[in-house]
């Protein structure tokens, strides 16, 4: 059995934006798995680095760029790292990311329609409201684009409202976990986004095709543990606006633990 103690980093609480219990407690489930395999487990905070110890094996939910280029170096030296930190940094410009996703043919949210238009800070992590706001046309969303820009944010990405069944996704690449979920019909939400789209209709669509939309973003993306958003249009097909580095999974988090250690011993065996 593998001895050696395996680092758990929990995420820095200004990167959990009202989801600051479900960040800790999905951490918190992996570490109880990967013990009840006979793992040593240490958990220290992205917000204390000086006490993170030297390990073979770093299972990180941190998103500070201290952390990521500190990840990036173990990651170099041969130690394995999940998420990876390229990924991580990856996700967190949007506007790249968004960028990436649609140069390889991954549906995303389209630049213009005719139904509004979400201005989303480009250059990180949603970390306030005023991060992810709705225009109802592109003149008004010009205008909040401008007001990011004043406050220090230095990319937007602006794209059209795409109408239909807002969904929830999350999955972990090479475990056969993914699972979705409608938000309206359970009423969890963030900062009220969701209510956008209003009551789903649960528009019949092809659930495999999803699954492997995700993960084939996940897989361009560079991380192994993920969740996002979709848009299920009238049609059926659907349309991913938003992809994420390791959700709190509030909906499975068991589920989600099980599969993510299962993910760990994975790349430990390899």
Known sequence: MYRNTIVLISRAEKFSPNNVENDKMILEEVGRGLMG?????????????ACVPDSP???SMGRSEEVLSYLSQCQDSGSIIVNSPKGVSLCCQRAKQMRRLEDNGVPVAPHEGSDGYWVKRG???TMVREDVVFAADMGEAAALAYKMRQRGI?????RA???GDLVKFYGVNGTGFFRYYYPADDGLTKFDHELRNGTPS???F????LRRTASHAAVLLDVDIYGGDAIIQPDGTAVLIDFNDWPGFSRC????????VQLIEQRIKR
Do not use: L
């Open 202 to 204: 649960h528009i019949p």
């Open 253 to 260: 988090r068991e589920e989600a633990a099980q599969a993510i």
């Open 161 to 163: 409202h795409v109408m």
């Open 206 to 209: 092809d659930e495999s095709a």
């Open 123 to 125: 250059d990180g992590y």
């Open 37 to 49: 395999k006979g793992f040593q487990v240490c958990v220290v905070s992205e917000d204390d680095m």
């Open 57 to 59: 094996v770093y299972v």
């Open 154 to 158: 230095t990319e937007v990405d602006i």
